[in-house]
């Protein structure tokens, strides 16, 4: 059942990857060695999926050529000054060629770089005079008065053995020497998590979690997002946009959801798409959602990894969809007239 979920969310996700059309019948897939092996050898083209310029916090994403799903998240840092200034360029959804030595010995897999070129530079050409993210959250701050603190799960291996949390507006990495603990959870999850902070003599290394298992209570799942696959939903928040991407070939458009139980916690963005993908069916309901947003262009914040409308309220009935561990976003599988559009 397990496996006929798995094929069920590549089917969706290929039609609005624009990647898929290069799948073969059967596409090699990559280990992590491997890559490690291409990345020290040849090098490798990835993407960045996020540059934390203030914190010196980078990290790429990997995507086989036959395989989009085949991918991995890399931790990235320069190895010379002139690498690090280079870095300093780098913006979310820049194509880059990287090439260096791989540490596996930090909990997550560590490429020091040392050649970076930057293949392709990433413009959405969006406007967005309503303003843009800048994180406000300083750490460790709070985090160090206490031993445990909920979090939102914005990603994880899949052994389990590095979380990345969202904490206040920003990132913060997880690293979890018991990975029994851990191999459950899924992106998207409210986690309360007991934890020790590392401290290390390199200022410039970002803030880091260690998962303290001798805890009472490590790990607590408060809110699973699993829990929403196949439930009847209605959802209620701003309308928000990923727009197209080197990895989307399509606007992709969601709602954004605040938990109840504890609304300063980052909230979830369930992506909306159609019960089936029929080409007139995706194509009305994208074009619904798209001229509601063109019509307010001038609220459109830039968020960290998205765009918020924030004069649109979009209120939307469907089934939800969980179907991976790590799968990006949970969806909201629904219809056009399932849709309502509240403008200000």
Not at 119 to 136: L, N, V
Not at 138 to 153: A, N, R
Request: proline letters at 5%; aromatic letters at 10%.
């Amino acid at each position: 059942m397990n496996q006929l979920k798995q094929l069920s969310a590549a089917i969706i996700f290929s039609i609005i990857l624009s990647s898929c059309s290069l799948y073969k019948s059967t596409p090699k897939h990559y280990t992590l060695d491997e890559v490690i092996q291409l990345t020290e050898t040849k090098g490798i083209h990835a993407i960045i999926h996020g540059a934390d310029h203030e914190r010196k916090l980078y990290v790429i994403s990997w995507s086989s050529p036959e395989n989009f799903f085949n991918r991995y998240n890399l931790v990235i840092s320069p190895t010379s000054s002139s690498i690090y200034q280079q870095f300093s360029t780098l913006n979310r959804g820049d194509r880059v060629l990287i090439k260096g030595k791989v540490n596996k010995n930090r909990g997550q897999a560590h490429i020091e770089v040392s050649q970076l070129t930057k293949t392709k530079k990433y413009d959405p050409k969006i406007e967005h005079t309503a303003g843009q993210y800048f994180p406000k959250t300083q750490l460790p701050g709070k985090l160090l008065e206490q031993s445990s603190e909920t979090f939102y799960l914005h990603a994880t291996d899949e052994s389990g053995s590095v979380l990345v949390l969202e904490y206040g507006d920003t990132i913060v990495p997880m690293i979890v020497k018991n990975p029994e603990l851990s191999k459950d959870l899924y992106r998207g999850d409210y986690v309360k998590l007991s934890y020790k902070i590392h401290t290390s003599e390199d200022k410039r290394r970002p803030t880091h979690l260690y998962l303290d298992s001798s805890a009472e209570t490590p790990v607590e799942v408060l809110d699973p997002v699993v829990k929403l696959h196949d439930q009847e939903l209605t959802l209620k928040g701003r309308l928000v946009m990923f727009p197209k991407s080197p990895t989307i070939n399509r606007n992709i458009f969601a709602v954004e959801v605040h938990w109840d139980k504890m609304k300063n916690q980052a909230p979830r963005y369930f992506t909306i798409l159609p019960k089936d993908f029929t080409s007139e069916n995706f194509k009305n309901m994208l074009k619904k959602l798209q001229d509601s947003w063109d019509k307010n262009k001038d609220s459109i914040y830039k968020g960290r990894s998205k765009y918020i409308n924030t004069a649109v309220t979009i209120e939307v009935s469907g089934s939800g969809n969980v179907v991976s561990q790590n799968q990006a976003n949970p969806q909201i599988f629904t219809a056009i007239d399932k849709i309502k559009l509240t403008e200000k």
